[in-house]
């Protein structure tokens, strides 16, 4: 009969918030096309360590499992990415999966980006609409302004971008590529566009893109291949517009 193949899986444990971290090693069965998902799964399982200890199922975050929706974001092998997509075929082992160190660990791999959609409130990133009578159709888009607001529409707030940004530290305020890309998004809507000014002011102050140190990590990150490094640009350019408008005017 032959060896069955097996699957060598190290993970960094954290009980909570403030509780050290250690490292736990799983032995799982190989399948056809597991993802580190399925791993994950077969750990909550069977909660057994490589030694043969027992142990508590891992904390992750998991929704869509299409790469869609971004809650499974990890460290998978060094590198931020999508465990959904991330196939055991495909990696190094033993394979180990360690929380996004740029924010803080609710538990295990799971981790708390509140940070993220408070910024994003922060830049006012969505289209104002009064909803309490019928507005009729709304306002067309060119095709030029579609075919760039489409691949910025794809983000998925995972936070990869900002796992692997250097100037997202704690000593920085640095808001990050996603929210600042999104910041383009809506100010080509051409509703969106009534609150450009805003928007353009909530990233010129601190932690805004001038603090952008175009290191280019986040475009090279990015699972859904967003131009960040053009919405960086295109937003600095909307900053430097607006302050020297706001000059000459005042």
Known sequence: MAEKKMVIVRVKRQAGPKERPRWEEFELEWRPYMNVIICL???AERPITRDSKATTPVSYEVNCLEEVCGSCAMVINGKARMACSALVDQLEQPIRLEPMA????????????????????????????????????????????????????????CGACLEVCPQVNENSQFIGAAIISQVRLFNLHPTGA????????????????????????????????????ESLADVNRQAIKQALTGWLIG
């Open 41 to 43: 799964r077969d750990i």
């Open 194 to 229: 009534m609150h450009a000014r805003e928007r353009i002011e909530a990233v010129m102050g601190p932690g805004g893109v001038a603090d952008c140190a175009n290191a280019q990590n986040c475009v090279r990150i990015c699972p859904k291949s967003i131009p960040l490094t």
């Open 102 to 157: 740029k924010f803080p660990v609710v538990r295990d791999l799971a981790v708390d980006r509140s940070v993220m959609f408070e910024n994003l409130k922060r830049v006012k990133a969505w289209v104002p609409i009064d909803g309490t009578y019928a507005l009729g159709k709304g306002p067309r888009m060119s095709q030029e302004k579609q075919s760039k607001a489409y691949p910025l529409s794809r983000c998925i707030s």
